[in-house]
T-cell receptor, first 111, second 115 residues
């Protein structure tokens, strides 16, 4: 049983489409992070959200932390082939402490 | 800076063999972590360390041991390899100060197969 449930597990879309990936839990987290991982490499941090309701934008990527700090979403506008990868959410119960990861969403953007 | 380095990149072990996965970081980070990643399961924390000489168990520590004699190095030891330990292993490090969750920097991983 995953403490953090990510959906969908797999997403294949055409270049230019929009998409949203969800990360849900019954637990309250002090912060939540999103990582992107490419094949054969380790995950790379995209963003950290710490305040309920917080929205952060990173170019075409928009991240939102739920008001109750139990869920988060990642929205990509006008997806590009370079966005292809595994997207992982990770929650922390205490600042600076251990992370709990979701199973990930595999995104494939076709040109 | 090289960041976080891991050796070896690939390894095949026979059941019952032992090995050490090496991890080093040159960023003077205080926290270091070992994760395993299985298909469709995300990353699971095996062990972590908050500084030299201090280690603690994560979510899936059974079958593994760690030590942290220096700030830079955090080796992971498998004593009696089992097929269930077939996985990709990632080492990570971060600099933690009170009151914030900081970035974890990951190494490139070690792909281990136990036959």
């Amino acid at each position: 049983t995953q403490l953090l449930e990510q959906s969908p597990q797999f997403l294949s879309i055409q270049e230019g489409e929009n998409l949203t990936v969800y990360c849900n839990s019954s637990s309250v987290f002090s912060s939540l992070q999103w990582y992107r991982q490419e094949p054969g490499e380790g995950p790379v941090l995209l963003v950290t959200v710490v305040t309920g309701g917080e929205v952060k934008k990173l170019k075409r990527l928009t991240f939102q932390f739920g008001d109750a700090r139990k869920d988060s979403s990642l929205h990509i506008t006008a997806a590009q082939p370079g966005d292809t990868g595994l997207y992982l959410c990770a929650g922390a119960w205490e600042y600076g402490n251990k992370l709990v990861f979701g199973a990930g969403t595999i995104l494939r953007v076709k040109s | 800076n090289a960041g976080v380095t891991q050796t070896p990149k690939f390894r095949i072990l026979k059941i019952g063999q032992s090995m050490t996965l090496q991890c080093a970081q040159d960023m003077n980070h205080n926290y270091m972590y070992w994760y395993r990643q299985d298909p469709g399961m995300g990353l699971k924390l095996i062990y972590y360390s908050v500084g030299a000489g201090i280690t603690d168990k994560g979510e899936v520590p059974n079958g593994y041991n760690v030590s942290r004699s220096t700030t830079e190095d955090f080796p992971l030891r498998l004593e009696l390899a089992a097929p269930s330990q077939t996985s990709v292993y990632f080492c990570a490090s971060s600099y933690i100060t009170s009151g914030r969750t900081d970035t974890q920097y990951f190494g490139p991983g070690t792909r281990l197969t136990v036959l």
